[in-house]
C-alpha cells in the first residue's frame, strides 16, 4: 500500500484559482490495482447501505452544534477528492470512476497499455528508495515522474503505470497537478470494488471530462437553477450564486478534451 500527497491547482466558483491537497492510497497486487480517497470512500461505504446512512446522520449531528456556533465547515464529514482508478492486467483494462458535478457521476474504460516512456540517466531518493527519472506525454500533458526497481511493480499513482518499477512522484510540467508518496506499507487490505456503481452514468472519456469542465464553468448557474428549484423562481438573494466567473488556463489532469 502506497500512499500520495495529490496537489491539485483548481478554478473555486467566483472565487478565482485555488489549490488544495489530498490524500490518495494505491493499493496494488500482480493482477490488478486501486487508487483512491480513502475519507471519500469511507463516506461513500457509509452512502451504500441504510445503516451507514444512520451513522453519517448521527456523525453529522454530533458535529452541528459545533459547526453553527463557529461557522466551521471543515467539521462537516465531506468527501476529499472523488476519482477512483481501477487497473486489471489480466484484462489490460483501466476503470476510472468519477464524480461530474453536483449530483452526476460517470464512469469508463480505456486501454491499460497507452504509455510511451522515455527513461534518463538522472537519480535521487524519495522514502529512502533509489529512484530513475522518466518521461511521458499522456493525454494532453507532459509528466516527470520518479520510480525505484528496488520495487518491482509497473504501477503508480492515478493512471501513470507501466515503468519497471513503483513510481513514487509524478509532476506534469505546468505545475497544477502532483502526485508525491508519504509512505509505503506491505498490506493485505482487500481491494473492494466501487460503491453503489449503479450511480455512475457509462460515457466515453472525453464527454465525461467534456460534461465536467460544463459543469465547472457553469456551476454558478447550475447552483442558481437548483435554489430556484427548490426555493422557487427567483430563489433567494442570500442563497444565490454570483454570476461573475474567472476564465483561466486551469485544468483537469487531462486535457486533450479539448481537440
Request: aromatic letters at 12%.
Amino acid at each position: 500500500m502506497v500512499s500520495y500527497n495529490y496537489h491539485e491547482t483548481f478554478v473555486r466558483g467566483s472565487d478565482g484559482v485555488a489549490e488544495r491537497d489530498y490524500e490518495f492510497i494505491l493499493l496494488s497486487n500482480t493482477e490488478q490495482s486501486k487508487f483512491y480517497p480513502p475519507i471519500s470512500e469511507y463516506l461513500d461505504s457509509l452512502d451504500s447501505t441504510p445503516a451507514g446512512k444512520a451513522q453519517y446522520e448521527q456523525m453529522l449531528s454530533a458535529v452541528m452544534p459545533e459547526v453553527v456556533r463557529t461557522g466551521n465547515y471543515s467539521l462537516v464529514p465531506s468527501k476529499k477528492g472523488h476519482v477512483y482508478v481501477f487497473k486489471n492486467r489480466n484484462e489490460s483494462v483501466v476503470s476510472v470512476y468519477d464524480f461530474i458535478g453536483l449530483t452526476e457521476f460517470g464512469c469508463y474504460t480505456e486501454p491499460l497499455a497507452e504509455m510511451q516512456w522515455e527513461i534518463g540517466d538522472s537519480t535521487k531518493t524519495i522514502l529512502g528508495y533509489d529512484c530513475i527519472k522518466a518521461h511521458t506525454n499522456y493525454h494532453g500533458r507532459d509528466w516527470t515522474v520518479w520510480f525505484t526497481p528496488e520495487i518491482p511493480l509497473q504501477e503508480g499513482p492515478w493512471k501513470l503505470c507501466g515503468l519497471p518499477g513503483l513510481i513514487l512522484e509524478a509532476t506534469e510540467t505546468s505545475g497544477q497537478h502532483s502526485f508525491v508518496a508519504t509512505g509505503i506499507e506491505i498490506t493485505d487490505k482487500e481491494i473492494v470494488p466501487i460503491y453503489s456503481p449503479s450511480k455512475y452514468e457509462k460515457l466515453e472519456r472525453k464527454e465525461l471530462l467534456r460534461r465536467q469542465r460544463y459543469n465547472r464553468d457553469n456551476q454558478e448557474n447550475i447552483t442558481n437553477a437548483a435554489y430556484d428549484n427548490i426555493l422557487g423562481s427567483g430563489g433567494s438573494a442570500n442563497a444565490r450564486m454570483p454570476k461573475e466567473r474567472l476564465v483561466t488556463d486551469v485544468d483537469f489532469l487531462e486535457t486533450d478534451y479539448r481537440k
